[in-house]
């Protein structure tokens, strides 16, 4: 079983849907929950991180978190074409561990 | 703004050669960062340096190397290429004290025939 678990998609939905992006993992021990996003044939690039427990808000994005369920969530409101991409979660113990554990990433398709 | 630049962006390489991967980063970050992405994988760690000199075995070391003589800069070496690393190699660095933050290079895609 791997320790983070990601829905690879594709998600295809139309232009002003709600998206819903998930990931569960199994390590208890994860404090900061990130994601990234992922335009075609470029690097990933931070979107969000959330620490421990609770909601994050940053414009159309919210990520959620719930470490009783071992399960996080990102949210887009509005969603655009522009926000067509793969969605990595990652994970990690602290601020100064090095090592991030990512998902294998969710291919999202918003046409217009 | 940060920036991390890879030396290629697509590399073709035979079997058994020795392949050289460059990553530099201008923001002084401590930590750097090799992965590879392959469909269906993900994202799986290499090696990662958190200083100049010293150097740490990620998830899938075998079969590389890596190098950092100086703090900007972090290479990947294939010591002799072979077909099974074909992939997209990504490059990333972080400050020590914000881990959780990785400022990623466009990638290299190599195909090794």
């Known amino acids: 079983q791997k320790e983070v678990e990601q829905d690879p998609g594709p998600l295809s939905v139309p232009e002003g849907a709600i998206v819903s992006l998930n990931c569960t993992y199994s390590?208890?021990?994860?404090?900061?929950f990130m994601w990234y996003r992922q335009y075609s044939r470029k690097g990933p690039e931070l979107l969000m991180y959330t620490y421990s427990s609770g909601n994050k808000e940053d414009g159309r994005f919210t990520a959620q978190v719930d470490k009783s369920s071992k399960y996080i969530s990102l949210f887009i409101r509005d969603s655009q074409p522009s926000d067509s991409a793969t969605y990595l979660c990652a994970m990690t113990l602290n601020t100064g561990f090095q090592k991030l554990v990512f998902g294998t990433g969710t291919r999202l398709l918003v046409s217009p | 703004d940060v920036k991390v630049t890879q030396s290629s962006r697509y590399l073709v390489k035979r079997t058994g050669e020795k392949v050289f991967l460059e990553c530099v980063q201008d923001m002084d970050h401590e930590n750097m960062f090799w992965y590879r992405q392959d469909p269906g994988l993900g994202l799986r760690l290499i090696y990662f340096?958190?200083?100049?000199?010293?150097?740490e075995k990620g998830d899938i070391p075998e079969g590389y190397s890596v190098s950092r003589e100086k703090k900007e800069r972090f290479s990947l070496i294939l010591e002799s290429a072979s077909t099974n690393q074909t992939s997209m190699y990504l490059c990333a660095s972080s400050l020590r004290t914000l881990g959780y933050e990785q400022y990623f290079g466009p990638g290299t895609r190599l195909t090794v025939t």
């Open positions: 390590n208890s021990a994860f404090q900061y």
């Open positions: 340096s958190y200083d100049v000199k010293m150097k």
